[in-house]
Nanobody, 124 residues
Framework: QVQLAESGGGLVQAGESLTLSCAAS????????MGWFRQAPGKEREFVAS?????????LYADSVKGRFTISRDNVRNTMYLQMNSLKLEDTAVYYC????????????????WGQGTLVTVSS
């Protein structure tokens, strides 16, 4: 069983940056593809970014965050990151990390493992 714990959320102003972390325990971290989803108030959960397992050589981003967000992983620290730059009001959401041995499952949101979420609020 893999346990995921997000951190790093908070209140920021539009245009600022924030880095989210997702710490994993209970499994072989490098063997899992990882991803980020978010859910804004009143909206469905949506895909944000994903990174392949092992070296993380393959990344994918939603069009809405491409060029502003960067996903990365540290297999020594068993942690995944989401660097968020140039934040916009519409980035306000609860951000969830997920993990699964299969990258496709991470991307489409059927991953086996999910964190509890961390709230990001972007103000004007």
């Amino acid at each position: 069983q893999v346990q995921l714990a997000e951190s790093g959320g908070g209140l920021v102003q539009a245009g600022e940056s924030l880095t989210l972390s997702c710490a994993a325990s209970g499994g072989t971290f490098s063997s899992y593809a990882m991803g980020w989803f978010r859910q804004a108030p009143g909206k469905e959960r949506e895909f944000v970014a994903s990174i392949s397992r092992n070296t993380g050589g393959s990344t994918l981003y939603a069009d809405s965050v491409k060029g502003r967000f960067t996903i990365s992983r540290d297999n020594v620290r068993n942690t995944m990151y989401l660097q968020m730059n140039s934040l916009k009001l519409e980035d306000t959401a609860v951000y969830y990390c997920n993990a699964d041995p299969i990258l496709h499952s991470v991307v489409v949101g059927t991953a086996n493992y999910w964190g509890q979420g961390t709230l990001v609020t972007v103000s004007s």
